[in-house]
C-alpha cells in the first residue's frame, strides 16, 4: 500500500519564500503533497473548482492546510480569509485550516486575520527552522496525518 | 453749530438771566431804602419842627436836642449818596432824575449850614430870633427837600422795574425756545442716525455718502470712531478666521502627510524585510547543501541571494529617488531630450533585449526646455519601462510610442501602449506606492509611478491616464513657464 501524503496549500506571490517553505517542509520530513498559488485570486479559484478537482486529485483534494501570505497582489491575503469563510460554508472544506505565512507583524492585521476562528497559527517569515514548523503543523494537522497514514 | 456750542450759548443765556433778575431785585430793593431814607428825613424833620416850636412858645432853647436832630437829618441825605453808584447815576441820567443826587448834596448843605448856626448861637455870635429864622428856613428846605425826593426814586425804580423785567421775559422765553429747538435737533440728528443704520444692509450701498451728508459735528465724530474700531473689529475676526482656516488645513494636510508616511514606512520596511529574510533563510540552506555536498543546489541558491540583493538594491535606489523628488535642485540646465533617450535605452538594455516591443520616440520641441535632466529621465524611463514590461503577449505587433513636444504655454510627454492595460478597480492606484499589478511580470520596487507623480507635481504638472484591454496611454502636462 502507497502511503497517502496529505495535500497542502502554499499562497505567496514570493517565489523565494515559496521555495524556503518548501524546503523547510522537505526538511522537517513532512510527507506532504504541496499545491501552490501566486496570489489570493489563483488560491480562490483553485478551491471553487471543487468538483473537477476532486477528479483530477482524487487522493490529494481538498488541502488539509494552507499556508498564506498577506501582502499579495489582486486579492491579498486578508481578503482571501473572507471570501474562504464564505466558501466554506458552501462546500466541504471544512476541514481544511490557514496558517499564516508572513512578514508583516501589524498588530490591527493580526486581530482581524485571528478573528477567523479556521486560522490556527502565524509564521512570521525567515523567524523560524524546520523543528519548529513542524512541531506548529503536527499541532493544527496531526490527527489528519495519522488519517492519512 | 456742534452740540457743545449750542448747550454752552444755553449757560451763557441762563447766567445773564439770572443776574439780571437777581439785579432788578437789588435795585428794587435799593428804591424801597430810598423811601425809607425820606421817611425817616422826614420823622426827623418833624422832631426838629417840635423842638423849634417849643423855642417860639419861649420855652428854653434845647440846644444839643436841636443839633443831634439835624444830625440825624443830615444823615439820610449822606447815605443815600453813598448808596447811588455809577451804574444807578447813569440810569438816573438816562432817565433824567440825577436831580435826586443835586437834592441830597443841597439837604446836606443846608444842615451843615444849620449846624454853623447852632455853633454861633452857642458862642453868642448869633441873635435867639436870628437863630430861629435860620431853623425855620432850614424846616422849609428839609421839607420842600423830602417832597422832592419821592419823584424821581419812584420814577428810577419804576422805570427799572419795566425795562428790566421785559428784559428777564424776553430772555427766558427765548431760552426756552432754544433750549426745546436744540432738543429736538439732537435727538432728531440721533433719531436719523439710529433709522440710518438700522436700515437694511441692501439699501445701504451708499451708507458712508449718506452718513456723510445726514450727521455732523460730534454725532459724525462719534460714527466714524464707531466705524474705524468696527472695521478693525472685523479685520481682527477675519483674520482669526483665516487663521484657523490655515490651521485647519495645514493640520489636515500634516495629517494626510503622516498617514502618508506611516503607510510608506511600513511598506518600505516590509518590502526591504522581505528580500532579506529570504536571502538569510537561503544562505542558511546554502551552507547546509555545501555541508551535505550538493554544490549544485548550493550554487542555484546563491543565485538567487544575489538576485534578492539586487532586489533589495534596486528598492533602496528608489526610495532615495522619492526622497530626492521633494527637493528642488540648482542643477537646472537646457536638456538635451535625443541624448536623454539614448541614455535611458542603454540602460533598458537588460528590458529591450528579449522584448518583442517596438520602442518609437518622436521630439518637436520650438522652445529649449530648462529644468533639472534627473527628473524628466526618471519620468520618462518608468512610463517606458512600464510599457515594455506589461506588454500583451496576445497581441501581434506590441509596442510603446513616446512623444515629447511643446504646444504654446504647455510641454506634453505622452506615452502609449498596446500593452495589457491597467485593471479598471485599480486605476486609482496607479501612482500609489508599492502598488504593483501584474504578480506574474512585476519585477520593480512598487514606487515608479509614485516617483513619476511627485516629480510632476513638483513641476507643477498634472499626469492622467486611459487604459483598456486595448492599452494604456499617460499624458503628462507642464506648464511650459516652469520650464524656461
Redesign the interface.
Known sequence: MTKIKPPILIVD??E??R??LK??IKEAKLELTIYEK??GQEALEFLENYESNRIKYPDGFPPILIFLDI????VNGIQFLEEFSKLRKMIEISSCVVMMFS??E?EEEKKIIMSHDFVKGYLV???FQAAELKEKVMAVIGQHLDKYS | MNISRKLMLIVILTAAEVSITVYSAFEIAKGAKFHQLNFLHLKYTHQLTKSVKKIENDLPIDINTIESDILLIRQQPIECIEEINPLNYAVMKFINTEQTLTICEKDIEIADRTLLSVTQYKKGELSRDDFLLNLNVALVSFNKHSEMFEEPIRKTVSFILMTLIPLVIVISFFNIIFISYLSRTISSSIRNLTLLLSSKPESNINLDDELDIKTSGELKALVIAARQRIKNDLLNIENSIELKEIINSQTASLQQANDELAQFA?RAS?DL??????A???AH?VIEDIKAGDTEEASRNAL?IYQ?MEKLETLVVDILLLAKAEIGSEDRDVIDFNQLIIDMKERLTWLMKDNPCTLETTINLSVPIKSEKARFAQIIENLISNGLKYYDRNKDSPYVRCDIFNEQETFFITVTDNGMGIPQKHKGEVFDMFK?????T?TGSGLGMALVKKHIEYLNGEISLQSSDKGTTFKIVIPLDKLI
Open positions: 506571490d514570493n523565494v519564500d521555495y524556503i524546503r523547510l501566486k496570489d501582502n499579495m497582489p489582486k512578514s508583516s501589524r517569515k525567515g523567524s | 511600513y516590509h524585510k522581505s528580500p532579506l529574510s529570504g538569510k533563510s537561503l540552506f538567487v534578492q504593483r499589478f501584474h504578480a506574474q512585476s
